[in-house]
């Protein structure tokens, strides 16, 4: 198969994270007789350095172009670096969300899985973490408030800002049809979360989620508003399946998600759109502190990476591979700073490219 | 003094654990001196069953007229009360919203605690919890998205769910300067969390906090996007003194917070205008599962009675008698079922407020 590659390495750790997961693919292209192109773009910080903006419509028109987008991380330390001085739609973080309208990339997927091998990183009581967990969120991602209308203007004399967010049945549906396919693949649960006590667009999401179940008769649906669900992902990680919420919750639930997991180095994403395009990126952030030290943990770049094959290119025997070479170098006891413990292995971020390379 | 009290003691274990309160109050009146007026209201639910509606226009007014309010909760069961049949602004908890806009409670004062005694059951991993926590969060409680204008329509033949979120420069700057003198009067750090990469609310939000924190150069502030406040708040609550936040994102961000002490059943709160006035209520829900057992802990209703002296009342020492006699009984090991743990004595509801009126 030929896999033409957009490749957005970023800012912070992101290109020293991006070169292992391309390593990886170039292992898995090598063995199961893929031909992988890669085109790299420049965005965010990177971006601005070089054209003065964090995104550019010749970046957005190859990224189009290409079959599916790699990406590291973007941004910088928001109080040091000057990119910060810029106007806010100038700022590194404008140009990823540009580039998801811009792609129709409406369905963020991020998984929050505790790894039995790094339960002692779980930040919860071990007799929480003693009953693992494995939940994926569906995130609505080009809609609500991140993307309303928005203002800032005196009214009678007085600095006022407005923020708008909008959601139509459409845009639930198909986020919502997403999160019920999933689901079926997995133990067939979807907790739609919402604040429906309070708000119309979350009365509008639930009763278009409610209809979206009925023809998925096999899946269960529970709703559950968005203040308590910050609570149980706390307090029971375990009873979640599949999550489905719209932009600015799963915003906010997915990275406590990621944290409750004690291990945000080891947790991919994938944001898709109605068809096989998607852009794949790992969950934390870019981490400019530890940059250029080969300190930072690749794996849920490379994650990101088997999450690109089995979602926009069908590979799923080699998505497979990958997760189990990681699951190997894991057993092994390698592991990076990030998750280090007791008896195990400290390795840099190369090596441990390499330990994954070698074991797929 | 004479305190004329307005008491709202609403629905599920609301009555049971607002009696515990009055008892409590009680012994103080006696103790000090003082006399104390109660006017039962009705609100959420029970207003519901009487007067159709979740708030009457006179109990407002009765609620207006009084020195300080007193709550227990509001709401049922959403999957099995009939209140939820009911179109979404005649339910019980738009009764809330409704009064806390009309008695202009605009600061949400929710403390969360990590009580030595009940460490136990705190969620978290003992190397986190052992570190103890004592956070302030500081809602805005009357702006933002839950009382912006909404609406559903139809557009270009698609229903559209459109909600606002609203702030302007004088709701961001009473709210910010609460969260500063309570700081003042305890560690000396506000760190105000927004979504300021995004929202336009937020940039406003920032700048006009910034402004108040120049009148204040004794306290330290930080800023922090939500997202990452929610991870930090399982992965190091103890860095945390006052949080100051809007509406919504402290609705999510302090129910979390209060999971993570693992002991809701102990958390007051405050509402409060900008004179004296202030409503208060446990920090839990109606709970109606356990209703009319004598098994919910009223402990979080007294406490909140504290804060009432304390804010409305500037009644200190009355206060502190009664968060001495709860330290205290939990100190002697008595425990409701929601915070029992091996060792300690299980009493009910009744004998909890009578432990602790005792030891006033
Ligand atoms: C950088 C920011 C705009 C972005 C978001 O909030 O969507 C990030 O927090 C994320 O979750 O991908
Ligand atoms: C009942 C609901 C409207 C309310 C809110 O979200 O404000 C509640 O969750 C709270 O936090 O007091």
């Given at each position: 198969?030929?896999?033409?590659?957009?490749?957005?390495?970023?800012?912070?750790?992101?290109?020293?994270v991006?070169r292992?997961?391309?390593?990886?693919?170039?292992?898995?292209?090598?063995?199961?007789?893929?031909?992988?192109?890669?085109?790299?773009?420049?965005?965010?910080g990177a971006?601005?350095?070089?054209?003065g903006?964090?995104?550019?419509?010749?970046?957005?028109e190859?990224?189009?172009?290409?079959?599916a987008?790699?990406?590291?991380?973007?941004?910088?330390?928001?109080?040091?670096?000057?990119?910060?001085?810029?106007?806010?739609?100038?700022?590194?973080?404008?140009?990823?969300?540009?580039?998801?309208?811009?792609?129709?990339?409406?369905?963020?997927?991020?998984?929050?899985?505790?790894?039995?091998e790094?339960?002692?990183?779980c930040?919860?009581?071990?007799?929480?973490?003693?009953?693992?967990?494995?939940?994926?969120i569906?995130?609505?991602?080009?809609?609500?408030?991140?993307?309303?209308?928005?203002?800032?203007?005196?009214v009678?004399?007085?600095?006022?800002?407005?923020?708008?967010?909008?959601?139509?049945?459409?845009?639930?549906?198909?986020?919502?049809?997403?999160?019920?396919?999933?689901?079926?693949?997995?133990?067939?649960k979807?907790?739609?979360?919402?604040?429906?006590?309070v708000?119309?667009?979350?009365?509008?999401?639930?009763?278009?989620?409610?209809?979206?179940?009925?023809?998925?008769?096999?899946?269960?649906?529970?709703?559950?508003?968005?203040?308590?669900?910050?609570?149980?992902?706390?307090?029971?990680?375990?009873?979640?399946?599949?999550?489905l919420?719209?932009?600015?919750?799963?915003?906010?639930?997915?990275?406590?998600?990621?944290?409750?997991?004690?291990?945000?180095?080891?947790?991919?994403?994938a944001?898709?759109?109605?068809s096989?395009?998607?852009?794949y990126?790992?969950?934390?952030?870019?981490?400019?502190?530890?940059?250029?030290?080969?300190?930072?943990?690749?794996i849920?770049?490379?994650?990101?990476a088997?999450?690109?094959?089995?979602?926009?290119?069908?590979?799923?025997?080699?998505?497979?591979?990958?997760e189990?070479?990681?699951?190997?170098?894991?057993?092994?006891?390698?592991?990076?700073?990030?998750?280090?413990?007791?008896?195990?292995?400290r390795?840099?971020?190369?090596?441990?490219g390499?330990?994954?390379?070698?074991?797929?």
């Amino acid at each position: 198969m030929n896999l033409n590659l957009a490749v957005i390495s970023g800012d912070g750790i992101g290109p020293e994270v991006v070169r292992e997961a391309r390593k990886v693919l170039d292992r898995i292209a090598e063995k199961y007789g893929h031909e992988i192109h890669y085109t790299d773009l420049l965005m965010g910080g990177a971006s601005i350095d070089i054209h003065g903006v964090p995104l550019t419509d010749e970046t957005i028109e190859i990224a189009k172009s290409s079959d599916a987008v790699l990406m590291g991380s973007i941004g910088g330390n928001a109080a040091t670096s000057p990119w910060y001085k810029l106007p806010a739609d100038r700022r590194p973080e404008a140009g990823l969300l540009k580039l998801r309208k811009s792609l129709g990339l409406f369905a963020n997927l991020r998984p929050a899985i505790l790894y039995k091998e790094l339960q002692d990183a779980c930040p919860l009581r071990k007799d929480i973490s003693d009953k693992g967990f494995d939940m994926m969120i569906m995130r609505e991602l080009t809609g609500g408030l991140y993307f309303g209308a928005r203002e800032t203007k005196e009214v009678d004399g007085v600095m006022t800002a407005i923020d708008t967010l909008t959601y139509n049945e459409n845009e639930i549906r198909r986020i919502a049809k997403r999160a019920f396919d999933i689901a079926g693949k997995r133990r067939k649960k979807v907790c739609s979360v919402d604040k429906a006590n309070v708000l119309d667009s979350s009365r509008l999401w639930r009763k278009v989620v409610e209809e979206v179940a009925k023809e998925y008769p096999e899946i269960e649906l529970t709703h559950m508003l968005v203040d308590n669900c910050a609570m149980q992902l706390v307090k029971d990680p375990a009873q979640f399946d599949v999550i489905l919420t719209e932009n600015m919750f799963g915003d906010i639930l997915s990275d406590e998600a990621s944290m409750v997991t004690g291990s945000i180095g080891m947790l991919a994403s994938a944001s898709l759109n109605d068809s096989k395009f998607g852009l794949y990126e790992p969950s934390g952030g870019s981490a400019p502190d530890i940059a250029g030290q080969n300190i930072a943990n690749p794996i849920a770049t490379i994650l990101s990476a088997a999450m690109m094959l089995r979602y926009s290119f069908d590979l799923d025997k080699e998505a497979n591979a990958i997760e189990q070479a990681v699951s190997q170098v894991l057993a092994e006891g390698y592991r990076t700073g990030d998750i280090m413990s007791e008896g195990c292995r400290r390795v840099g971020t190369t090596e441990m490219g390499d330990l994954i390379a070698e074991r797929v």
